[in-house]
């Protein structure tokens, strides 16, 4: 099985040309929390680190809890339209730079224009949280293309999920997040962009507004405008899907 595709629920089912395989989420959590546990305290919503909030990080450490055999997954949120065909967005492996081990598409939301708000004052000329195309506005996962066989090979990856690594990101960059793995990932590739391939913004056009309306309407249609053919809609915080 070199590639799967997978849809978290209460379970995982891992899709392939040897059929589906489903995995119960409460064994998937049970191998993540020692892994994740260290980190949860910085992406999660609650001020403590609960274990039934690992599963939110199993991107993560995806590569550390599947079977050696499959070497690359897509992973997608429950709240996507696909206006394409999925088996297109595996071509997209192919794009990877070397070093690349995670693809994901950019948020479209001026959401780490906000979270990283004191590391920004601090650095005034900084691309931390400024909007694309030359800003680094932070990643959205809901669309992500997992390398499994290159995430096992990176020693950068595998060093910085380790717990001191992770406290000396949070500390540098002042980072407090509430989003899981997109929070992680966001860190991550503030210091490590090498580690990404980003997606088009058609692959995951996402549709929530919500900051537009909370403080940052000025800025908000930088993060936001997306040009191409949508092959993916997004329909975050439970925004309407356009009819086709």
């Avoid at 070497?71 to 192919?94: A, M, S």
Wanted: charged content about 20%; proline content about 5%.
């Amino acid at each position: 099985m070199d590639s799967a595709v997978t849809v978290l629920q209460w379970y995982l089912t891992v899709g392939s040309a040897a059929g589906v395989i489903v995995h119960d989420v409460n064994e998937l959590t049970e191998k993540l929390f020692p892994i994740v546990e260290a980190m949860q305290k910085h992406f999660s919503a609650g001020s403590g680190t609960y274990y039934s909030d690992s599963i939110f990080f199993l991107s993560v450490a995806m590569h550390r809890i599947m079977p050696k055999e499959i070497t690359q997954i897509i992973q997608v949120d429950l709240d996507l339209k696909y206006k394409t065909n999925i088996r297109d967005l595996f071509e997209e492996f192919d794009n990877f730079p070397e070093g690349a081990v995670i693809g994901i598409a950019r948020e479209m939301q001026p959401v780490y224009r906000h979270t990283f708000w004191q590391y920004r004052r601090e650095n005034p000329q900084t691309k931390v949280g400024e909007p694309p195309p030359d800003g680094l506005p932070g990643f959205n996962s809901g669309v992500l293309l997992l390398n499994l066989e290159a995430m096992r090979q990176s020693k950068l990856y595998n060093q910085l999920l380790e717990p001191t690594m992770v406290q000396k990101l949070t500390e540098k960059y002042h980072f407090k997040g509430h989003l899981g793995d997109q929070d992680f990932f966001t860190m991550v590739g503030m210091e490590h962009p090498e580690l990404f391939h980003v997606l088009d913004c058609t692959w995951n056009r996402q549709l929530c507004t919500w900051w537009k309306d909370h403080g940052y309407s000025d800025v908000f249609d930088q993060y936001f405008q997306c040009e191409g053919e949508v092959k993916i809609y997004h329909g975050n915080c439970n925004t309407p899907i356009p009819d086709d």
